[in-house]
């Protein structure tokens, strides 16, 4: 897309909150406005070059009791029976994991993002980068805790209301994972690395519900019982 159809498109621009209406919540023209200013200043400082961005700019889908933001770093705070997954093999319906995303018409980024998750205790403890459509519309990667057998990289892919698990076991001694998540239109590769300088492929899939607006950012949740963890994003990235 040229530049002058990137700020075309930004300019006419009408955002809702993207997971925020599960609220059911009156938006009222003044935060129309505020959302269109938002992504107005997102496309800018993409076009003027810039990866860094300022994570104000981001918002909450299922909001946690307890995050911190400072220098660019984000630290939230699990909490017990939190997850992202539906329906598939158990019939479980849970979309009550906190989401922390930035919303963005580009349709070619990669953004890219390093998590801790050393606090991890307890099984399925799991924390990742996320492309949040809407409820029932996502694709999520994390390392999730396995216990003994170590840890779960892997990703799910959540099409309209049904969830699926690419994975595989990683050492339990892995604390830190970098991702890089690079969107084309409805394509999506998710690459991983454990330095931070050489990324592997760990899912090349199409997401549902991507052809114009996308969120893309972070997640963390514990599904068991009595289970929390400090989550940590640093790092992060995005780049055309």
Request: with cysteine.
């Amino acid at each position: 897309m040229k530049l002058y159809q990137i700020i075309l498109c930004s300019a006419a621009l009408i955002i809702s909150s993207c997971g925020q209406s599960e609220n059911n919540k009156t938006v009222t023209d003044n935060e129309k406005t505020n959302e269109i200013n938002m992504e107005q200043d997102i496309v800018k400082e993409i076009i003027e070059g810039r990866e860094e961005f300022d994570l104000n700019k981001f918002f909450w889908v299922n909001e946690p009791k307890q995050f911190a933001i400072e220098d660019g770093t984000l630290v939230l705070t699990t909490e017990e029976k939190t997850d992202l997954w539906q329906h598939t093999l158990n019939g479980a319906d849970l979309s009550n994991a906190p989401i922390f995303v930035l919303k963005t018409q580009v349709q070619n980024f990669t953004f890219t993002v390093k998590t801790d998750f050393s606090g991890s205790g307890t099984l399925y403890d799991q924390c990742g980068p996320i492309v949040y459509m809407d409820r029932d519309n996502w694709l999520k990667a994390s390392v999730e805790n396995a216990g003994e057998e170590g840890g779960f990289l892997g990703s799910v892919n959540n099409m309209e209301g049904r969830s699926d698990w690419a994975t595989t076991i990683i050492p339990g001694d892995i604390k830190t994972m970098w991702y890089k998540v690079s969107r084309t239109g409805c394509d999506v590769v998710v690459s991983n690395s454990t330095d931070g300088e050489k990324f592997n492929i760990l899912r090349f899939t199409h997401i549902n519900k991507a052809e114009d607006a996308v969120c893309i950012g972070v997640y963390a949740c514990s599904p068991g019982e009595g289970a929390s963890f400090k989550a940590v994003f640093s790092e992060m990235s995005f780049a055309k």
